[in-house]
């Protein structure tokens, strides 16, 4: 005499399904539809079928994730009128042969390169405690330390800023490498100076 048991896979296939179709469905928008109480899509959405730009993106976000502006405010640095843009440009080509010339001599030690800029005339700039700006335009410092391997390193080389005007300022380096120099407006948190990543 066989013993038959009662078919229950079907009703635990079904579930199954229902669960991965609810799972399925996070995310997407389903306020019914004041006409007829069916779901709708808003106007100007993707469908489900049609690839689109993702909602949580917003425009110009770099590499296009959630808050990219926002986290990296501290990151753009500030417009300069064309006046101060002009006269920028005008202080990093004086101040790129000194660099070019130190880089080649293979001399990026503060002090070197502070002695050489002090040379075109410029004057230390002086800060208080509270951060307040007492005169001269020209910081010179070594290089930001970085993380590598284990741990933070400081590579040789030398950092330069000069504050031309409240707008406008001359950014650059000198290192075993390279060099580089450029005109740049100041960024909120650190002036002059590019801010590091990992903020």
């Known amino acids: ?12 296939v079904a579930l199954a399904l229902a669960l991965v179709a609810t799972l399925g469905a996070c995310g997407d928008l389903h306020a019914p539809d004041s006409r007829t109480g069916a ?13 689109g730009a993702s909602p949580y993106v917003e425009p110009g976000a770099g ?15 500030g417009d300069m009128t064309p ?23 293979r001399k990026w030690d503060p002090e070197t390169v502070r002695t050489a800029l002090l040379r075109l005339g410029y004057e230390e700039e002086r800060v208080t405690d509270g951060g307040k700006r007492v005169g001269g335009t020209l910081t010179v410092t070594g290089m930001s330390p970085r993380w590598k391997d284990d741990g933070y390193v400081t ?3 030398t950092r330069v800023a000069l504050r031309v005007h409240d707008d406008a300022c001359v950014s650059g380096f000198v290192q075993k490498p390279n060099f ?7 960024y909120p948190e650190t002036g002059c100076f590019e801010p590091p990543y990992g903020h």
Do not use: K
């Open 39 to 51: 779901a709708s899509t808003p106007s100007g959405a993707a469908s489900p079928s049609a690839p």
């Open 1 to 12: 005499m066989s013993t038959s048991r009662p078919a229950r896979p079907a009703a635990s």
């Open 83 to 105: 006046a101060h843009a002009m006269d920028a440009r005008r202080e990093a080509d004086r101040i790129r042969p000194v660099l070019e010339r130190l880089w080649e001599r």
């Open 180 to 186: 580089e120099v450029r005109a740049n407006g100041p």
């Open 63 to 77: 590499d296009g994730a959630p808050h990219y502006n926002e986290n990296n405010a501290y990151r753009r640095e």
């Open 155 to 157: 590579p040789e080389g």
